[in-house]
Structure formats: structure tokens, C-alpha cells
């Protein structure tokens, strides 16, 4: 079992990539969009962590990439489905932090998305427990509602919408893109 497996030098490379990535990532993009409120705004408000002084207006969007695979935990993706946890946990805290600068932060979890990523996930299902190619995928689209793989441009609609004034009133958000294989 792979698992069993699991080496400390995976685990780090697996939990660096994904968390200190989505953490020192939204801390330099924060950062940027606080700079560039205008200081008039800031005076009004941010100084004490009261709300700004236009609380309608949006100063930033945050879009953090999780997984349905952080939705709970996955067999044969140990360091996986916990980073994925994880990143739905940051986005979480890190829509607290910048609330009073009026900057939304939320997630997406992604179902399967043919990609190379999802090619080598192929192969190390086939290797792990004899699948030909494609029966993993068939397997996961079979058991998904809408019985079809996503598509770049599913997971990037929602994007857009998370980074649109439509969203506005919307942080600390994470939505499946999925086809409905999660309903949570």
C-alpha cells in the first residue's frame, strides 16, 4: 500500500509545494493590494482593523486552488488530501486577515480536470492496483452526477466569477467544481 510507503522526503515535498506555496503566495499578493489602497481609505479605517472607510468597494481578489481530494480524506493520498485540507483551512484565515481591507479571499476544489496531473495519477493507479489506462478516470466519472470529466474552462468560469464584483459579498468561500461528485 503506498501509504505504508510514504517517505518524510514526499511528505516535505508534497506539504512545501502546496501550503508554503498558497501561504507565501497569498501573503505577497496581500501585501500588494493593501499597498495600493488609497491612503485616505486606509486612514479611515484599516488603522485599528475597523472596516474601511467605503465598505462597498472591493480592493483585491484572492482565488486559492484546493481539491475535492481536501474535502476529506483519500486513499493512496496521504500528504495530498491533507495539503488540500490544509489550503481550504488558510483560505479560511487568510479571509479573516484581510476582511478589514475589504479583500475577499476564497477557494476552488477542482474534481478531475484531464491533465498531466491527472495522467500520472493514471499511471500510478494502474501501477498501485492493476486499472488499464483511462479505468481510473471512467471509474471517478461514473460515480460524478453530471457523468462527465471537468474542463479547464468549467474550473476557470468559476474563477472569474469569484474575481468579479458578483462576488463581492463572498469570503472565505470553497466551491466544488466537480460536477457534483462532492456536496459539501
Known amino acids: 500500500m503506498e501509504d505504508l510507503e510514504l517517505t518524510e522526503e514526499q511528505w516535505d515535498r508534497v506539504i512545501d509545494t ?3 506555496g ?14 495600493q489602497i488609497p491612503e485616505q481609505v486606509k486612514a479611515a479605517g484599516c488603522a ?15 482565488v486559492n486552488f484546493s481539491s475535492i481530494s481536501g ?3 483519500r486513499a493512496e493520498q496521504i500528504p495530498y488530501a491533507a ?9 479560511q484565515s487568510a479571509a479573516l486577515s484581510f476582511a478589514p481591507y475589504n479583500i475577499n479571499v476564497n ?5 478531475v480536470v484531464p491533465t498531466p496531473m491527472w495522467e500520472q495519477i493514471e499511471i500510478d493507479r494502474g501501477r498501485i492496483s492493476g486499472l488499464a489506462p ?3 478516470i471512467k471509474s471517478f466519472i461514473d460515480r460524478t452526477p453530471l457523468k462527465r470529466a471537468g474542463s479547464s474552462e468549467d474550473v476557470a468560469g468559476v474563477v472569474a466569477f469569484l474575481c468579479s464584483p458578483d462576488s463581492d459579498y463572498m469570503t472565505g468561500q470553497t466551491l466544488n467544481i466537480d460536477g457534483g461528485f462532492e456536496m459539501n
Open 18 to 20: 502546496n501550503l508554503k
Open 22 to 35: 498558497t501561504t507565501f503566495i497569498i501573503q505577497a499578493v496581500g501585501r500588494r493590494m493593501v499597498e
Open 48 to 62: 485599528d482593523h475597523s472596516p474601511l472607510g467605503d465598505t462597498l468597494r472591493c480592493y483585491g481578489k484572492i
Open 71 to 73: 474535502r476529506h480524506g
Open 83 to 91: 495539503s488540500k485540507a490544509a489550503i481550504i483551512s488558510i483560505t
Open 107 to 111: 477557494a476552488v476544489c477542482p474534481g
Open 134 to 136: 483511462g479505468e481510473s
